[in-house]
């Protein structure tokens, strides 16, 4: 027994001393907290603040150094607006060449390859190479824009923090792309675009794992971004009233022309990049110089919009401040001064260029549109709009962003219908004329294989109702007797055979074990007590090959029943059927 | 037991404590707020730079616009928009540039973005009913007009709504909207500060559209606050002219006449003012032999306008008679007046007038009824007639 003042093992454990229970009290919430896939998710919430605090810095160093090297003026003039991208153009080459050697390009597929091939990781050093190159070149006037920058920024940081952290490899793959969200999410100020980017371009396939965490870390991102810069949306256009359908023609005409112009840019872009590339290594210091003289003579001869990433020059064509004929040539100018800019190696991105050629394209169209059809409702502003989905659809094909990119981008949902049927149709035209989109043309041309959503939405799924086959023998039932099975089976084919277990669902007997029960008297058991009841594994009809593959390697028969009715045998499926199946596509 | 304890080894200490997240935690949340401030520090810095320079394209734009040259005002105003897009200053003076080169749609598109955030800015509105008046959408100017005089001002409200509102009866009496002007002009009346010449303004207009009540009222007004103001008075006079208030009349006119400047107008209604009270035969203060003068007088100068109106007329008739080859006869109203003349004529005496109580008004009445009928067949009565024209619409007013 023991004394008063020896407390026994139970009562310690029952009635812990205050310090222990206090203790228990920090830690449990902690516990609670820590569990793996909540501190991803606490840790996207201050993933999105870093890449938002980034990308200030970043738009703000851009702008420093336009203001610096091109003058305050909106319409920069005179000598330096040819020798800013030059001179620049040179010092841009030396950093890529010697000291930031993977900033090249827009940063997307970096990032996409990060994920899938270097296991999340992308060295910080290209993040400061990035932020310090692509504000040299988008501020000295090269045709690039800073959203795909700040999403390599955003992943940079990510992943720095995430070896920092030493967080496994797989929470270390995902959390580059978490960073790309918030990267560009900041970049545009469109959360729900950035995401659905993210998940169209980088990761490539719906994943519901690291959905939240690229959610909370754009929205984050995008809290801060705004907290700073202000939460305007990026531009302004009256709401958009259909009067008569008819006018979603023109909006129709508008998709073909992008997706038309999508296939130009993109064609261009894939045959001199890959040609510029090859070039003597000494050529590659002056690449970038070149296509800044080229896009300075651009701007001196009475085109300095192109120059740059040109966001207030699209504010001006959505307030009517061009002609179309100049909206044309804008457009035109603005895709070869892209590629020049692009293919020399230098790095920026590609989004704010799609989008001011897709604007000047739909004011284009737009006023002409106007000029035969007086009576048309749509503004030229709304084309300008829509003209930048329609781009951003057909040249990044990227459908589902390009639609909520417009409306994150306006702030304007009335806009929906005519976007919509603009996107589509340039999707369907970008695809047909060029089936390899841009990004992945890009990553084949650097010797890389990534997935692509584009690639797994146009592959041909198969499924189990494709190999699937009716069941050869009878279907038993776990009341008969063994008797009964027996003499069924005598006239039927086949060495297995499926047994449905009432509602609780269905086994298999091979036909050796019923002619051994048979033949050791016990044909007047039921079959429910005589075989043993293990309950086997069952497929639709509608699910994937690759999951019934499974399931086949531990059963020899697989049943496949109805979805709606679990008795109802659809047919039946072995590894066998499977692999067959997965031969003829071969031969096919 | 999570991944990434099996791995890496973060965890390989913390869980089950949490100790170490907790500590990543807090060093993480240090250094956000850490760098939290330092950007906005930065963000500060820059955007007052920013500032700066958006300032500076401003006052650029600004004289520029002054000199006279909106497409270089628009290209400074354009650059410190590229600073702070949402200026409300830069937008609107962009959009004024834009006005002035004539650009309507892109002035209209940025005052639009103005009017979206700030639908109750009077002068946004006054600039989008301008631009209205520019492109003759009289509803629109209405609208905006309204808004203006209604709207929220940032500096004198008063003296800029009163503009807004003189803009807007100008735009009305421009298309013939008299009755909205009139409307307008009453709406105004109330509100005018104790200023002469804004008064002799309103009364001015009032004049113009042939409210003459309010525009004596008006005058009046200005005069009690200045009444040195010869504007004034001689509006005062007109008005009280056109209200057939002749004493009154004569009264003002009299004073506008003494000053310095006084147009030909003024002086024309002083001596018919004159001319009317001094023919005037239904005076109370007249004696009985002067009323009779005063009726012979009107008798007299009636006949004679009625025979050279029909000679007159005969003489035009007899040309484009023999021209159409038709002779046409004399108007039947004239052929009237010409009968009751010869009628009178025999009884027009100082005599007759004085035993047949009935002949002075028959007379008078042969007299009005010639220098109505005349005044448009045979042109614009003057002298005399003219004061006997007026005699007899202030007394046929008087009668109704």
Known sequence: MSTPTAPSPIAEQTHPEPTVRYRRAITWPLHFAFQEERFFLILSVFIGIFSALAVVCFRLAIEWCRLKMLGPRITPSGLHVILAPTLVGLVVAVLVLHVFPAVRGSGVNQTKAALYIYNGY??????????????????SGQSLGPEDPSLQIGAGLASALGRRLKLSRDKLRLIAPVGAAAGLAAAFNAPISAVLFVIEEIIGRWSAG??????????????????????????????????????????????????????????????????????????????????????????????????????????????????????????????????????????????????????????????VAHTLFPHLAGSVSTYCLVGMGVLFAGFLRAPLT??????????????????????????????????????????????????????????????????????????????????????????????????????????????????????????????????????????????????????????????????????????????????????????? | MSSYDTTVGMGETSFPSGRREALILFTLLAITVTALIGVGA???????????????????????????????????FRSSLSFNREDPAALLNLAQSLIAENRLDEAESYLRTLWDRQPQDGTVNLELGRLAIRRHQPIEVLRYYHNAIYGVWSSDPIQNRISARFELINFLLQNNSITQAESELISMEPGLPLDSQLHTRVGQLFLGIGDFRNAESEFLQALKLDRNNELAAAGAGKASFRLGHYRTAILYLDAAMAKERHDQQTQDMLETARLVLENDPFLRSLSALERQERILKAYRAAGTRLQACIKNKSGSDLAASSANQAAVPLSEDLQNLSTRERQLRAQMTPAQLMRNPELPAAAMSFVFAVEEQTDPICGEPAGLDEALLLIGRNREGVER
Not at chain 1, 122 to 139: C, D, E, N, V, Y
Not at chain 1, 225 to 245: A, C
Not at chain 2, 59 to 72: N, T, Y
């Open chain 1, 122 to 139: 992308i060295p910080f050093r290209t993040a400061i190479g990035k932020f310090i190159t692509s504000a040299l070149a988008i501020g």
């Open chain 1, 210 to 367: 690291i959905l939240g965490s690229v959610v909370l870390s754009a929205i984050s991102s995008v809290v801060v971004m705004r907290w700073y810069l202000g939460s305007e949306p990026m531009f302004r256009i009256p709401p958009v009233e259909l009067i008569r359908p008819q006018e979603l023609v023109v909006y129709g005409v508008l998709g073909l022309a992008g997706g038309l112009a999508a296939v130009v840019f993109s064609r261009a872009i894939g045959f001199l990049r890959p040609r510029l590339k090859a070039m003597p290594r000494l050529t590659q210091y002056f690449q970038p110089a070149i296509a800044g003289l080229l896009i300075g003579l651009i701007g001196y001869f009475g085109f300095p919009q192109v120059m740059g990433a040109g966001y207030e020059y699209i504010d001006q064509a959505m307030r009517n401040q061009f002609t179309w004929q100049m909206l044309g040539i804008l457009a035109g100018l603005k895709i070869v001064a892209t590629t020049l800019s692009f293919v020399s190696g230098t790095p920026g991105g590609m989004f704010a260029p799609t989008l001011f050629i897709g604007a000047m394209l739909g004011g284009t169209v737009g006023a």
């Open chain 1, 402 to 588: 390009s639609v909520f990119m417009v409306l994150e981008v306006s702030g304007n949902y009335s806009i929906i219908v005519p976007v919509i049927v603009g996107n589509t149709l340039a999707y369907v035209v970008s695809r047909a004329l060029q089936p390899t989109p841009i990004f992945d043309m890009l990553t084949r041309q650097d010797g890389l294989e990534l997935p692509s959503l584009e690639e797994q939405r146009e592959e041909n799924i198969l499924r189990v109702e494709d190999a699937m086959r009716p069941a050869a023998g009878p279907v038993l039932n776990v009341d008969e007797t063994v008797e009964q099975a027996y003499r069924r089976l005598q006239q039927a084919i086949g060495d297995i055979f499926l047994v449905r277990l009432g509602s609780s669902g269905w086994t298999s007997v091979t036909r050796e074990v019923i002619i051994k029960l048979w033949e050791e008297g016990k044909g007047d058991l039921t079959l429910g007590s005589a075989i043993p009841r293990r309950r086997l594994p069952h497929l639709h009809p509608d699910l994937a090959l690759e999951v019934a593959l499974r399931y086949a390697q531990k059963t020899p028969l697989v049943p496949v029943i109805n979805r709606a009715d679990f008795h109802k045998l659809e047919g039946v499926i072995s590894q066998e059927d499977v692999l067959n199946r997965y031969k003829l596509v071969e031969r096919e």
């Open chain 2, 42 to 76: 930065l963000v500060r810095r820059f955007r007052s730079w920013q500032n700066t320079l958006a300032h500076r394209m401003n006052q650029r734009g600004e004289l520029a616009l002054k000199a006279g040259q909106p497409k270089l005002a628009i290209n400074f």
